[in-house]
């Protein structure tokens, strides 16, 4: 139910244009001024890593979002994962996608064809999000970006209030779809403590009320806030979907927010251990997934990091996972390159050719065999399916890969009837 404008351009650019000086990176969780946006570029720039940030002033806001509108070279996109998913899928000619999220009249103008958007969904504005590009090895003072991401900001109310939840569950009825794709509760994050716990009880309500042969897929999203976080884990949002999407970055913080495995890990160094990874999503199976004594309906997750991706799922609910992992691997070289098909001159293997499958339990060592690149294992009734991803070289565009991603391995999945 996220839905906006992107407009994205280089971020040094913009914090330029905008009058700010090079200087020390800090984090934020939240963005209250000019200078604050360009400490936490600047943090998040020095690692390399992506995030996404609230901006809390909204004059300012709007008075950067016209400058970065205007500036030259800024390019405006479909934006938010609601719309962005939408919109992958909308690709496939014989789909019809259902979007509710806040649509203003640039954004419909930006939309597919097959993207069919309720009335009640359309409003007068659009909300913008602004996405500073960065590439690898690019300068700012004495800052160096390690490889190339994006941080992105927003004052965005709309999205933030999950305004457009309950059209959205309203209009399942008529649309009789064959697949619900959830996504925006990151943005709520922006809201006061009370009125995001009361606004996340409602969405737990009106996600109770969409029909249990629907399956339902969670995409994540950057988050700063462990409780809220803790909150979507226990308070009965895992339990009521059947997949989920996420990220290395919403994978760690998944883990701290919850005392899972490896949790007193920081960040990651470099590419994330394959073993330590699978601790943590075993473990988000074992104890918020499907089991004979637990009332959960989740039994898959779509793990992307840069180098590889992870399929896992509960047995005996989902097929075709070797097509699933494979064409998300697909869909993150050829999206990052702007590019149809994979061009072998424009990627490279960042995958780690040997890794143990845990960090904790007895492993089992893999070798990566080139002839069959998914690799898979088993562990206590869940099943891993590992592909490494050719990663494009000189990114034209990072900005919506994991919803690519995470589209294209679902239109690719096969659900069990239970």
Known sequence: VNACVDVVLSGVKLLEALGLEPGDGKNHAVLNS???????FVHFMEKGAAAERFFSDAESFNHIAQTASKYPGAQLYVGGNAALIGQKLAMNPDLKILLCGPVGPKLHELLDNNVIVPPESMQERDEFHLILEYHAGEEWGRVKAPNANRFIFSHDLSNG???????????????QPDL?????LHMMEGQSKEMRQRRLMEAVASISDIPTDIPIHLELASMTDQDFMSNIIHQQVFPLVNSIGLNEQELLFLTQSASGPH?????????PDVGVVSDILFW?????????ERASDLTRIHFHTLAYHILVTVDGHWGNQVAAVAAGARAAGTQACATKTIDTNKVFLKAPLEFVTSQTESPSKISLNPDEPVVHWHREGISFHFTPVLVCKDPVRTVGLGDAISAEG?????????
């Open 284 to 292: 988000i199976l074992k104890e918020h997934g499907k089991t004979a």
């Open 263 to 271: 949790a007193s890990l920081a960040s990651w160094s470099g590419v």
């Open 180 to 184: 619900v794709v959830l996504s925006g």
């Open 34 to 40: 000019r200078q604050e946006l360009k400490e936490a």
């Open 161 to 175: 209030a999950l305004n457009m939840l309950e059209v959205f569950v309203s209009s399942l009825d008529e649309f």
């Open 410 to 418: 679902l239109l690719y999945s096969e659900v069990y009837p239970q």
